[in-house]
């Protein structure tokens, strides 16, 4: 993607990220996994499986994210979204922001103006990531995306109370601009063990403490339900006791990031189910890599996640 500005890859070779998708898959993965998988002519889609439910008919508002995809062209993976619905697509670019409208969808979040290891836990950093938030925001909010995800940076021996404060002073100054435009910028908890080494906000409890010192309705939580199985689990219990600021969900399975099926050790019919029962009116976007053919894995993800 020309303005990648999404997660950098992992110090382990093997382990799938957005910007190493392409790469680690190899030539004859990728054919089958990211750009067979959905039709490349404009405007078309695949029919829905035999049997399984569209997202329109369950509770939850359901997405997927578009560097999972990444060589399938915008409009093909957004007239498929639409058919099994979608209500949009995740995280991205300037240049595709308007893509989805064609086809009845929103960007459901934006790429970020940031880069995970360079983020907001330093004030070194603050100047120029207050600066460019505040040229992205008013033209996320004019093109109708109303939510970018942000980093809090990589720990490089800060302490979490140090990385906690410096977050809070950076993205405070940022959110008037935020509040004016009614955009909220999520922060991602993202796992340290496999895929980010040194990321500072790998807990969910640390961010908690980075959006309670914010105290902005501009600012809320990625929850990346992978991502926080790997770090620390209880994942429930964890949702339940963050949701009020949590305001977007991701998906995956649990090891390796791939498919959400019974090979994998999430139970995602049940986290699905639980937090549609708590109300949530937010997104929950599907940001698995496809071991097999993309759209029947995505189609499935949604009839799971259907309740």
Not at 61 to 86: H, M, N, P, Y
Not at 92 to 110: A, R, S, Y
Not at 194 to 204: N, P, R, S
Request: glycine share 10%; proline share 5%.
């Amino acid at each position: 993607m020309k303005h990648d500005h999404t997660h950098e890859p992992p110090h382990d070779a093997t382990t799938m990220t957005r910007r190493n998708a392409i790469s680690t898959l190899g030539v004859t993965a990728v054919a089958g996994a990211l750009n067979g998988v959905l039709p490349s002519v404009a405007g078309a889609s695949l029919p829905l499986s035999e049997g399984l439910p569209s997202a329109a008919a369950g509770r939850l508002r359901q997405s997927v994210a578009r560097w999972c995809f990444s060589r399938t062209k915008i409009d093909a993976l957004c007239a498929t979204a639409k058919e099994i619905g979608l209500v949009g697509v995740d995280l991205l670019g300037p240049e595709e922001w308007d893509v989805p409208k064609q086809f009845g969808l929103v960007c459901t979040m934006g790429n970020s103006f940031g880069t995970i290891p360079v983020g907001f836990n330093r004030p070194a950093n603050h100047d120029k990531l207050v600066a460019d938030g505040e040229a992205y925001i008013p033209k996320a909010a004019a093109a109708g995306v109303s939510k970018i995800v942000v980093f809090s940076g990589n720990r490089a021996g800060m302490s979490d109370g140090e990385g906690i404060a410096n977050c809070i002073a950076g993205l405070k100054r940022l959110m008037p601009t935020a509040e004016k435009h009614g955009v909220v910028l999520c922060m991602e908890m993202l796992n340290s063990k496999v895929d980010h080494k040194d990321y500072h906000a790998d807990h969910t409890a640390w961010a908690v403490e980075v959006a309670k010192g914010v105290n902005s309705p501009s600012f809320r939580l990625l929850y990346d339900i992978y991502h926080m199985q790997v770090m620390e689990g209880d994942v429930l219990a964890t949702i339940k006791a963050s949701l009020p600021y949590i305001a977007h969900f991701h998906t995956a399975g649990v090891p390796g990031r791939n498919e959400i099926d019974t090979a994998q050790e999430l139970n995602y019919r049940g986290i699905a189910q639980y937090i549609a029962d708590t109300g949530y009116t937010g997104v929950f976007a599907h940001e698995f890599i496809p071991k097999r053919d993309g759209v029947t894995s995505l189609k499935e993800a949604v009839a799971v996640c259907t309740v």
